[in-house]
Nanobody
């Protein structure tokens, strides 16, 4: 069993900051990449940022320069530092891990999601 537990969401004013955290636990052998997605009601879930175990990163254009993804490999934890937040960033943010476990050669696992609301 693999679990991803997210935290750090909440309500913030435009221009404010939040830091999301996601810790993976369970029968993990190796994590290839960890990612953050977001989804608004009635919309498709979209990739926001990704980071490999070696530290390579990628971002969707709309958050580039404002968001920073990082990780602590020893703790199987990924973070998303979100600065200069805009109302358009409002969504449920989901953590995703591409990993190998004791029971699957390679598979994706998802967190439960954490709500981010950017509003005046």
């Amino acid at each position: 069993q693999v679990q991803l537990v997210e935290s750090g969401g909440g309500l913030v004013q435009p221009g404010g900051s939040l830091r999301l955290s996601c810790a993976a636990s369970g029968s993990i052998v190796s994590i290839y990449a960890m990612r953050w997605y977001r989804q608004s009601p009635g919309k498709q879930r979209k990739l926001v940022a990704a980071i490999t175990s070696g530290g390579m990163t990628n971002y969707v254009d709309s958050v580039k320069g404002r968001f920073t993804i990082s990780r602590e490999n020893a703790k199987n934890t990924v973070y998303l530092q979100m600065n200069s937040l805009k109302p358009e960033d409002t969504a449920v943010y989901y953590c995703n891990a591409d990993l190998m476990s004791f029971y699957a050669q390679r598979a994706d696992y998802w967190g439960q999601g954490t709500q981010v609301i950017v509003s005046s």
